[in-house]
């Protein structure tokens, strides 16, 4: 069967174009930021599309004769860099330098969720294909980005063995890493049994932080996302704002709209985490869950408790992973302090397609540099987990 002949591609602006079914069968119902129910909330919320710089252009192959669906890439052409978690500002500026514009750029990833899952879904019938398609959507995402006169093509957080990995180790593809910590389950059989796994020193220091925590009174709540109603979900909101506030002076890239729509959609795949100082809530949490893992996405207080936030968005999340026999966690990007309390570090990966050569040699050295950093970098993070036995590397 020829490429050019069997196969053709076009583009969605909003996932309705495709039906729920169709979506969620070819990504295999993995992990549940690729679910078209999370990709629907974040369009029908206008979190993703007009005014937001994420304007919706989901690639489709379909077959030329029947017109079935062969595969799926969930993509975006960007007018800026927020919301992705590998970051690329240092380019565009380069860029602006030398009087050209870096937006905009065509990217295939999950909107504001850096979490490693399938970036490509090939359709069962079709997987005999997945080379011919790999090419066909190289190719047609080169001259989606020379139509839009966009500088370049991304991919973000593929899962390491994916048809998007596979995708992107042809020739045209720049393949960047970057560091984030996950907590593997191996067995234990409760967190007293998590704790003896590492040296006194660190089991001490942990068991003083928790102490903290329940020396101020406060104690914990997980709510499915079913026991959900109006009044808890806009208590989560306000936390979750007023901790980008903080950080960042906004008030976060979602909105309520989003939060309510997950609630009605999504509510299996949902768990909150309420803190609580006697009937007051003064912290929440919140977490999506599958089959075999736990994430930790979003979380905020109402005041600051000494070591509350590692209560609320580690320990918590792990004594629920031991409780329920899921094989690991996902708490979210960055953070070397999550080392000390058992999260192994490990690689996540992005690719670039770099459309003008200069520049394209130009960020692969960069790119080689900052992957010679990281591997260091990594296996430093490596050596100070707090395990008497240190697990063995996690391979990128």
Known sequence: MACDTAFEVCYLDAISGVSADVWDTLFQRSDPFVRHAYLSALELSNCVGVGSGWQ????????????????????????????????????????????????????????????????????????????????????????????LNAQTVQCFFYSQKSNASALVQSTP???????????????????????????????????????????????????????????????????YQATYAKRSGHFGYLNQDFFTLLGDTMAEDLLLLFAKQQDKIVAAALFFCDRKTLYGRYWGCEQEFDFLHFEVCYYQGIAYCIRHGLSGFNAGVQGEHKVA????????????????????????????????????????????????????????
């Open 341 to 396: 309390r058992g999260f192994t570090p490990v690689f996540t990966c992005g690719a670039y397609q770099i459309l003008r050569p200069d520049f394209h040699a130009a960020i692969r050295d960069f790119l080689q540099q900052e992957d010679a950093y990281l591997e260091q970098y990594h296996t430093l993070m490596h050596a100070r987990l707090p395990f008497k036995e240190r697990p063995a590397k996690v391979k990128p």
């Open 56 to 147: 919706v252009s989901h690639l489709v192959v379909r077959t030329r004769r029947e017109g079935h669906i062969a595969a799926l890439m969930p993509l975006y052409i960007k007018s800026h860099s927020f919301g992705e978690y590998l970051f690329d500002w240092s380019w565009a500026e380069a860029y602006q330098k030398h009087g050209l514009e870096y937006y905009p750029k065509l990217v295939s990833a999950i909107p504001f969720t850096p979490v490693a899952g399938e970036r490509l879904a090939i359709a069962r019938d079709y997987q005999a294909y997945s080379r011919e398609i790999g090419e066909l959507v190289t190719g047609a995402l080169q001259e989606k980005a020379r139509q």
């Open 173 to 239: 593809w720049l393949r960047r890493r970057d560091v984030q910590f996950y907590w593997f389950n191996d067995n234990y059989t409760g967190f007293s049994d998590y704790l003896g796994a590492m040296t006194a020193r660190k089991r001490k220091s942990i068991n003083k932080e928790r102490a903290r925590v329940s020396d101020a009174g406060i104690h914990f709540q997980w709510r499915s996302g079913a026991e959900m109603d109006a009044g808890l979900w806009q208590q989560f909101l306000r936390f």
